[in-house]
């Protein structure tokens, strides 16, 4: 019986409860927009972002464009909003226990 007993206590030992885990966790997902040109064509106020040419609705990765002026661009993501400056940079870091709409995983 001291054997069965001294062999299912040394399983049962396992990890330290108490020892700290850790955990790998993925990388945060990032979302550059660099702003290139603004100009304004039939009335529409057109930009070009990551070499492509929006206009205010059209999103690129988790950021959407919200409105466009002359001096700049004003993006909406799940953090909140920012002011983008011609020919200036912007990066959102989302980690990655966010899904798309700012959820948390």
Known sequence: MDAAFRMLK?????????????LAL???VLDTLHLSAIWTEN????VLVND????PGDAVGRVKIESASQDGVWVVHWRGRDF????????????ATQDRAGATL
């Open 43 to 46: 009335g529409d106020t057109l």
């Open 84 to 95: 983008i400056s011609l020919g200036g940079t912007f990066t959102l870091s989302t980690p």
């Open 52 to 55: 492509r040419i929006l206009r």
């Open 26 to 28: 993925a990388p945060p």
């Open 10 to 22: 040394a399983s049962a030992v396992g990890r330290d409860p108490f020892e700290p885990r850790h």
